[in-house]
């Protein structure tokens, strides 16, 4: 693996501002906005897989399309191999977005249901083609005006050769070529979507993504809606083409079963902010963050004792409009003390789990609480030890 991380992004920001009321603009009021991401820092190294995992309405669907520049973000950046992914524009950007691309949600939507088969998976290969001429063209008239600079008896600089353009027999050929390796047949490049089944479409999503053989494809929720035999096989077809061509993911999902399987390292995300970041081993079977712990524990298992449990976790989820200080879980966390309502924490390492950050002030005082402490039909969580004074130390970011 690469001592350079293949996306890096620090300190994220993506704001989404709301119209002002009447009543605002009359009494000069700011334009309030929605903190869908807020300061949030995560690499991505080149053949790894890491999933992205927390409730409906955290800010992982916006993480995605913000790397993959379907939205721009408000603050940050975001580095691709060492390159500001956010500086490009025209042609450099078109052709920069072969390197990321994208597996929907809902392959239904996603898909022209006016296309076929070899037209839906074509189409990016077509795409980058033109944009690969367009920036080809720009590269010989500027070698001609460095030619016509030359000092006298400089030879001339040769001029990159123009390929011809891809045909429709070409371009179908890559796409036959291409099917089998999502496990789809050769015989299907006349058919359209609706004649798929779910994984079929999902699948064809995929295939579509990896046309252009990209170096990151973001997998919003690629197996929702799937059955548990097609999901195995979708996540099986994933780390096979990883496997084969290095490519690295970045799995946004509700199934923890999935990150277990697939997964190298996992990201818990929590109101735009990260929570704790490590290992799979280390984040699923060891949580640390009370939040991390909570989502786990709402797992369902295959328990009769726990058939009738209900989450523990209560009080009222805070909003993302002009949010307050402090730790956005704390009105939720059954340990919060008030340093965590005033004091914002950051992605720090403790001694205890090395390689593992958390965002959490008590993190080594509840680093031992199990999950299923969490339940309500379970022992209440025994409480902290009170957190040492702000002033011995603030944590680090990590």
Same mark, same amino acid.
Request: glycine share 6%; with cysteine; aromatic share 4%.
């Given at each position: 693996m690469s001592l350079s991380p293949l996306v890096e992004i620090v300190d994220l920001e993506k704001q989404f501002p709301l119209a002002r009321t009447a009543s605002e603009f009359l009494h000069g009021r700011p334009r309030r906005a929605i903190h869908a991401v807020d300061k949030l820092s995560l690499s991505v190294q080149a053949g790894e897989t890491v999933g992205l995992i927390g409730e409906s309405g955290s800010g992982k669907t916006t993480l995605g399309w913000l790397v993959a520049r379907l939205h721009e973000p408000t603050g940050g950046k975001i580095l691709f191999e060492g390159q500001d992914a956010h500086a490009l524009a025209g042609a450099e950007l078109r052709h920069w977005r072969r390197n990321v691309q994208v597996v929907f949600q809902d392959p239904v939507g996603s898909l022209d249901p006016r296309?076929?088969?070899?037209?839906?998976?074509?189409?990016?290969?077509?795409?980058?083609?033109?944009?690969?001429?367009v920036i080809l063209r720009r590269e010989r008239r500027r070698t001609r005006r460095a030619n016509a600079r030359r000092a006298a008896g400089a030879p001339p600089a040769s001029l990159p050769p123009m390929p011809p353009r891809l045909t429709r027999r070409e371009v179908r050929s890559r796409v036959r070529a291409l099917l089998?390796?999502?496990?789809?047949?050769? %015989?299907?490049?006349? =058919?359209?979507?609706?004649?798929?089944?779910?994984?079929?479409? &999902? #699948?064809?999503?995929?295939?579509?993504? /990896?046309?252009?053989?990209?170096?990151?494809?973001?997998?919003?929720?690629?197996?929702?809606?799937? %059955?548990?035999?097609? =999901?195995?096989?979708?996540?099986?077809?994933?780390?096979?083409? &990883? #496997?084969?061509?290095?490519?690295?993911? /970045?799995?946004?999902?509700?199934?923890?079963?999935?990150v277990r399987y697939v997964a190298d390292r996992v990201a818990v995300m929590y109101l735009g902010q990260l929570v704790e970041v490590g290992t799979v081993r280390g984040v699923l079977e060891k949580p640390i963050h009370p939040y991390t712990k909570a989502l786990l524990a709402a797992v369902p298992v295959a328990d009769a004792r726990r058939r009738r449990t209900r989450f523990r976790i209560g009080g009222d989820v805070p909003s993302l409009i002009d949010p307050p200080p402090g730790c956005r879980f704390a009105p939720r966390c059954p340990f919060a003390i008030d340093r965590c309502r005033v004091e914002d924490p950051h992605l720090r390492e403790i001694p205890a789990a090395p390689g593992q950050l958390v965002a959490c002030h008590l993190a080594e005082q509840v680093r031992e609480v199990v999950p299923t402490s969490l339940l309500e039909n379970a022992p209440a969580p025994s409480a902290p030890a009170p957190a040492p004074p702000t002033g011995s130390g603030a944590p680090g970011r990590g």
């Open positions: 296309l076929k088969v070899w037209q839906i998976v074509g189409e990016p290969i077509r795409a980058q083609d033109r944009t690969d001429r089998p390796s999502v496990g789809l047949p050769q %015989d299907c490049l006349d =058919q359209y979507a609706h004649e798929f089944s779910g994984g079929g479409r &999902q #699948r064809l999503a995929l295939a579509r993504a /990896l046309s252009v053989n990209p170096k990151l494809v973001i997998l919003d929720e690629p197996t929702s809606a799937l %059955d548990v035999a097609v =999901q195995a096989q979708i996540l099986n077809r994933m780390v096979e083409l &990883q #496997r084969t061509t290095g490519v690295a993911y /970045l799995l946004i999902t509700h199934n923890v079963a999935a």
